[in-house]
């Protein structure tokens, strides 16, 4: 990965030039756990407030079972929560980011020290009514081969809601990850919003897919 600035947030860009390793990650978050938000803040990050709305155009059970995974802090379940959703576990890599999503109180169960490509362990009767992975699927995070496993957390007819970055769709094989995964009939697009409201930074993609009965 190139060593040029992404972002002008010193710690977002320097979360943007991790190696991907869940033990740097969780060092990496440990810290920025305490001015998160306030970073967030910083960028004007729309990124959960537009995913919970994608979400409500293609979900109208309120009641409906969500996974937050990689919940960060819980700015996604506190939107969630805001548009009438009741019923939202989430789990991240870092316990002290999960500890925080706890304490907004939107979400009914948080768990930490979960490795998004090993979470099948973590949840082995998961099936959920939907997944949503906002600022996961980011530079210096997840391989995009953390989207299969993210599909095995869903039931069928269950819908998969994430966002990208376009950095992060431009330089690495998410794309043919997707392909290969619609071509065996593992999952079906619904809707792609292409360079959408993410923050000051830069725009994301924000996909919707449902998982075939």
Known sequence: MSDDRISNNQAI???????GDPHNLKRYYADWSRTYDRDMDAVQYSGPEFAATLMSRHMDDKS??????????????????????RVVDGFDLSAEMAQLSTATGAYRE????????????????ADYDAVLSIGVFTL???PPQALEVLVQLLRDGGLLLLSTRSHYFEQTDFQQ??????A?????QLEVVWDAPYN??????YW???KPA
């Not at 860009?13 to 190696?19: S, T």
């Not at 020290?113 to 949840?123: E, I, K, L, S, T």
């Open 177 to 182: 990850c997707v392909d290969a995964l619609l």
């Open 110 to 125: 948080v768990v930490g020290n979960v490795d998004m490509m090993r979470a099948r362990q973590d949840y082995p009767h």
């Open 208 to 210: 919707v897919f449902l």
């Open 13 to 19: 860009d320097a979360a943007l030039h991790l190696d």
């Open 184 to 188: 065996a009939g593992k999952l079906r």
């Open 200 to 205: 000051h930074d830069g725009d994301a993609h």
């Open 64 to 85: 409906a079972r969500i996974l937050d995974a990689g919940c960060g802090t819980g700015l996604v379940g506190v939107a969630l929560q805001a548009l009438g959703y």
């Open 140 to 142: 210096g995070h997840v």
